[in-house]
C-alpha cells in the first residue's frame, strides 16, 4: 500500500462516452412565435442558416 493508493478511484471510468442517441446539439432555448417581431424572425433565420452551413461541413 503505498502513499497514493487510496485516492485511485476503482471501477471508474472517467472518459465514458455519450451514446450516439443521447448526445444533443446543445440548443435549449424557449421562444415564443406570437411575441416576435420582424428582427426576431430575421435573426432566427440567420442562424438556422448558419447552422446548417456548420453541419454541411
Known amino acids: 500500500m503505498g502513499?497514493?493508493?487510496?485516492n485511485?478511484?476503482?471501477?471508474k471510468n472517467f472518459l465514458a462516452q455519450t451514446p450516439k442517441n443521447q448526445l444533443s446539439?446543445?440548443?435549449?432555448?424557449?421562444?415564443s412565435e406570437?411575441?416576435?417581431?420582424?428582427d426576431d424572425l430575421?435573426?432566427?433565420a440567420r442562424s438556422k442558416a448558419a447552422d446548417k452551413r456548420?453541419?454541411?461541413k
Open 3 to 6: 502513499r497514493g493508493d487510496h
Open 8 to 11: 485511485r478511484a476503482t471501477g
Open 25 to 31: 446539439d446543445g440548443i435549449d432555448v424557449e421562444y
Open 34 to 38: 406570437e411575441l416576435a417581431d420582424h
Open 42 to 44: 430575421e435573426a432566427q
Open 54 to 56: 456548420v453541419k454541411q
